[in-house]
């Protein structure tokens, strides 16, 4: 069974930093591109950043210069480095990954989702 699990959400005021942690677990064979998505309340679920295995990376616009996606392979884990905080940040964010389980046949990845950390950004 995989499994992504994330830490460090948390209450910030505006203008503040934060760093998101999200590590994958199981029986895994390889982990593909991974990523960072954030849930407003009553608004859909918005693509942050992705990083792939060889570490090219994709933002939001909305995020560019502000935040830095990044990941250690040998611990499966993906980081986000969250700096300006706005309160428009303000989200459930919800860890992503594309992974090749050991048990897969033809080694097909699947898709896999944390449970979310709430980041809050007051003014």
């Known amino acids: 069974q995989v499994q992504l699990v994330e830490s460090g959400g948390d209450s910030v005021q505006a203008g503040g930093s934060l760093r998101l942690s999200c590590t994958a677990s199981?029986?895994?064979?390889?982990?593909?591109?991974m990523g960072w998505y954030r849930q407003a309340p009553g608004k859909q679920r918005d693509l942050v950043a992705t990083?792939?295995?060889?570490?090219?990376?994709n933002y939001a616009d909305s995020v560019k210069g502000r935040f830095t996606i990044s990941r250690d392979n040998a611990k499966n884990t993906v980081y986000l480095q969250m700096n300006s905080l706005k309160p428009e940040d303000t989200a459930v964010y919800y860890c992503h990954a594309l992974i090749v389980p050991r048990a897969s046949a033809l080694r097909r990845e699947y898709d896999y989702w944390g449970q979310g950390t709430q980041v809050t950004v007051s003014s």
């Open positions: 990083i792939t295995s060889g570490g090219t990376t």
């Open positions: 199981g029986s895994i064979f390889s982990i593909n591109t």
